[in-house]
C-alpha cells in the first residue's frame, strides 16, 4: 500500500537542514520587543504597568502575567525569550500567537514547498504517485503542501526546536542576535514597498474619497497613527467588520493612516485566511 508519509519525513529532514535560519528568523523578529510598554491583564482588565518590557526585565521581574498566556510556556525564566512569548501585547494578543502566524507558519509553508521541490526532483515516481493519491496535477505546490496536510505537525515540531534553542535565553541576548538580520528585513520591506505600483482607480475617480475608504478611515479612528504592522490583525478584523470587501482592501490600504509594512501585513493575513 502506497505512504504518503514520506513526505511528511522529507519535510523534516529539511526543517532540520533550515533550522539556522528559521533560529535566525526568531531572533530578527524578537528585535524591539523589550522596548514596547508592557501590558498585564489584572482581573480581566487589560492595563499597562507603565514601564516598557525591558524595564521589567531589569527588575528581574516576570514579563508574562497568570491571566494570560499558554500553559506550555508557564513557569518560565523572567525575561527570557519564553516568558516574554507568553505575556500580552496592547491588544491583549499573546506575543507567542503572533510569533506563529509571522514566522513559524511562513517559514513551514516555505520549507514544505522545499521539501516538495526536492521530492519531485528527486523522487519523481513517489511524486507522481502522492500527486494522483492528493488529487492535484503539481502545477502549484502550495496548493500540493495545502492538500497533503504536512503543515500543522510540522509547525509543531518547528516551535518545539524554536523553544529548545531559545526559549530559556535572556531576551536582550536574543534581541542582540538578532539585530544584524532584522535590519536586512526592514530594508527589503521598504524596497518592495517604493518597488510596488500605486493599484490603478477606475478613469476620472479619486480612491480617497470613495465611500470604502470613508468607511476604513472610519474603522481605524480609535487607533494610534501610523498604525503599526504588529496591529495588522486588529486592522482587518475592523475594516472587515466595517464592511469593506476583501476585495477592495489593496485600492483602500494606501488611503489609510498605516505605518511602513502594515498593508502588506494585512493583505498577507487576508490571502492566508481565504
Do not use: K, Y
Not at 36 to 54: D, K, N, S, V
Not at 217 to 225: I, K, Q, V
Request: aromatic share 4%; hydrophobic share 45%.
Amino acid at each position: 500500500m502506497f505512504d504518503v508519509d514520506w513526505m511528511g519525513q522529507l519535510g523534516r529532514e529539511v526543517l532540520r537542514e533550515r533550522l539556522p535560519a528559521l533560529i535566525a528568523e526568531a531572533c530578527a523578529w524578537s528585535v524591539g520587543l523589550s522596548d514596547r510598554p508592557h501590558h498585564e491583564r489584572r482581573r480581566g482588565r487589560l492595563a499597562e504597568t507603565g514601564g516598557t518590557i525591558g524595564d521589567r526585565i531589569a527588575r528581574g521581574q516576570p514579563v508574562s502575567g497568570e491571566e494570560d498566556g499558554r500553559l506550555d510556556l508557564g513557569d518560565a525564566r523572567p525575561g527570557s525569550f519564553r516568558d516574554v512569548l507568553n505575556a500580552v501585547d496592547a491588544a491583549g494578543v499573546v506575543h507567542a500567537d503572533r510569533f506563529d502566524r509571522e514566522v513559524l507558519e511562513p517559514f513551514v509553508l516555505a520549507t514544505c514547498v522545499l521539501a516538495a521541490e526536492r521530492a519531485r526532483a528527486t523522487r519523481p515516481a513517489e511524486w507522481a504517485e502522492l500527486l494522483d493519491d492528493l488529487g492535484e496535477d503539481g502545477g502549484d505546490l502550495v496548493g500540493v503542501v495545502r492538500a497533503g496536510e504536512w503543515e500543522a505537525a510540522l509547525r509543531t515540531e518547528a516551535e518545539h526546536l524554536v523553544l529548545a534553542a531559545l526559549a530559556d535565553v535572556p531576551l536582550l541576548e536574543v534581541e542582540a542576535e538578532g539585530l544584524p538580520l532584522s535590519l536586512v528585513r526592514a530594508a527589503e520591506a521598504l524596497t518592495r514597498e517604493a518597488a510596488a505600483p500605486p493599484p490603478s482607480a477606475p478613469s476620472g475617480a479619486d480612491p480617497a474619497a470613495s465611500g470604502a475608504v470613508f468607511l476604513a478611515r472610519a474603522a481605524l479612528s480609535g487607533f494610534d497613527e501610523p498604525v503599526p504592522p504588529v496591529q495588522a490583525d486588529r486592522v482587518l478584523a475592523a475594516l472587515l467588520a466595517e464592511g469593506i470587501e476583501p476585495d477592495e482592501l489593496p485600492a483602500v490600504l494606501p488611503h489609510l493612516p498605516l505605518a511602513p509594512g502594515t498593508a502588506d501585513a494585512v493583505l498577507t493575513l487576508l490571502d492566508t485566511g481565504r
